[in-house]
């Protein structure tokens, strides 16, 4: 059982480092394409990043602390998370709607359709492995958190599709709707994490 703690936290050691280069990537990459979608999508990998830091946290503290104490740490660090989805919802909407509003036209990004697409293929074997082992372990907070990086893989997906439509043929706006549908389904994520409702 031990072997699958410490597996736990190298996945996330990995989700960490995967996701602070990810991120850094895509801000400078959407910024210098004027993508908003895209800054959205790498300031999720740090929020991410932040998911993955809670757990190193929870499974660090594993074998040192009581069970009771590791319950209510894993408690404290899914409301967190929750609440760091509310704030990255508003910041991409506000982004999203003034974009449209002022007709703003980014970039083609190829940088952006590249990152996009190696989070398709990492995300998802990080996800079943993440699963794997949270199941094993009977960890709520690693399951959670798994389907945090399966939510990146849909968040891959949609930036893939703005990006793509905006780079074949020159629609804008998908680059400032796909942002919006990005920070709608991040208020509902963080609304189930918050309010416990999360599967």
């Given at each position: 059982m031990e072997h699958l703690y410490t597996k736990a936290l190298k996945l996330s050691y990995f989700t960490v480092g995967y996701n602070i280069l990810e991120g850094i990537i895509s801000i400078i990459a959407g910024a210098y394409a004027?993508?908003?979608a895209l800054v959205?999508?790498?300031l999720d990998s740090f929020v991410e990043s932040l998911s993955g830091s809670i757990m190193i946290w929870r499974f660090r503290k594993h074998g040192i602390v009581s069970e009771e104490e590791e319950e209510e740490v894993e408690h404290k660090a899914l409301k967190l998370v929750g609440y760091t989805f509310f704030i990255l919802a508003v910041y991409i909407f506000y982004e999203s709607i003034t974009k449209l509003y002022y007709k703003e036209i980014p970039d083609v990004s190829l940088v952006g359709i590249i990152v996009a697409i190696l989070s398709i293929i990492i995300m998802?074997?990080?996800?079943?492995?993440?699963?794997?082992v949270g199941k094993a372990i009977n960890s709520t907070s690693l399951l959670?958190?798994?389907?945090?990086t399966?939510?990146?893989?849909?968040?891959?997906?949609a930036l893939l599709l703005g990006l793509g439509l905006n780079y074949l043929w020159g629609l804008w706006q998908a680059?400032?709707?796909v942002?919006?549908?990005?920070?709608?389904y991040l208020v509902k994520e963080g609304r189930e994490i918050v309010t416990g409702e999360e599967d």
């Open positions: 004027g993508s908003i959205g999508f790498g998802p074997i990080l996800y079943v492995n993440k699963v794997h959670s958190d798994a389907k945090e399966l939510a990146c893989t849909f968040l891959s997906v680059d400032p709707i942002g919006i549908i990005v920070a709608l």
